[in-house]
């Protein structure tokens, strides 16, 4: 069964440091998405992309973040300095239209020391 | 703000027993979504209900989409092991599918054997 696949499983990574997050959406799905889910509490919606651009995005995802879509198969999230509190399980998504269920990836866990 | 409340939040049980729990809201949603999560894994997508008093069946488990479309329910029957999970119902508001998805906070189900 396809899956969308996310790397590195677990960053460890230092305060102010910048991280990628990389994922690997089923590949005839169009549209994308990453969640933050901080441990414990509910899944946060950060951005959906579509057809190359940021479709919808949360409070959440500030100037901090960003996504790209670099090439036809992957697609990132850069948090840039990152702060104690972006702590948390980053999950990438994708479907096949807006209506459509959601099959989200294993997650990256993400630990800012 | 449109909210979706899951309860119960906890919920720990018998191998055997059946099961209901919830997802509320006070606003419409053009479909909704139910998910199972399990530690450090991303959601799955167990279903999505559309029609307002659409009824689905995956095995065990019985979705229900009330007639408003303001709220759903899942109900187990012979609840087993493998059936714990965190379950999570995520919305889209309103009547048309521009809107992004609403996730509750989960219902935390424990099943023992």
């Known amino acids: 069964e396809p899956e969308v696949t996310q790397t590195p499983s677990h960053q460890v990574t230092q305060m102010g440091q910048e991280v990628i997050l990389r994922c690997v959406p089923i590949?005839?799905?169009?549209?994308f998405y990453w969640y933050r889910q901080i441990l414990g509490q509910k899944v946060e919606f950060l951005v959906s992309?579509?057809?190359?651009?940021?479709?919808?995005k949360s409070e959440i995802f500030d100037d901090q973040f960003s996504v790209e879509r670099p090439d036809g198969s992957n697609f990132t999230l850069k948090i840039r300095s990152t702060k104690l509190e972006d702590s948390a399980m980053y999950f990438c998504?994708?479907?096949?239209?807006?209506?459509?269920?959601?099959?989200f990836g294993s997650g990256t866990r993400l630990t800012v020391v | 703000t449109q909210l979706l409340e899951q309860s119960p939040q906890f919920l720990s049980i018998q191998e055997g027993e059946n099961l209901t729990v919830y997802c509320n809201s006070s606003?419409?949603?053009?479909?909704l979504q139910w998910y199972r999560q399990e530690p450090g894994e991303g959601p799955v997508l167990l279903v999505t209900?559309?029609?307002g008093g659409e009824v689905k069946k995956l095995k065990r488990l019985t979705f229900q989409f009330g007639d408003a479309r303001k709220d759903s329910s899942l109900h187990i029957t012979a609840a087993q092991p493998g059936d714990t999970g965190l379950y999570l119902c995520?919305?889209?508001?309103?009547?048309?599918?521009?809107?992004?998805?609403?996730w509750g906070a989960g219902t935390k189900l424990i099943i023992k054997p």
């Open positions: 995520a919305g889209r508001a309103g009547m048309d599918s521009n809107y992004q998805l609403i």
């Open positions: 606003s419409v949603f053009s479909s």
């Open positions: 209900v559309v029609t």
């Open positions: 590949s005839n799905h169009l549209y």
């Open positions: 992309f579509y057809n190359n651009e940021i479709s919808e």
């Open positions: 998504a994708s479907s096949e239209g807006k209506s459509y269920g959601y099959t």
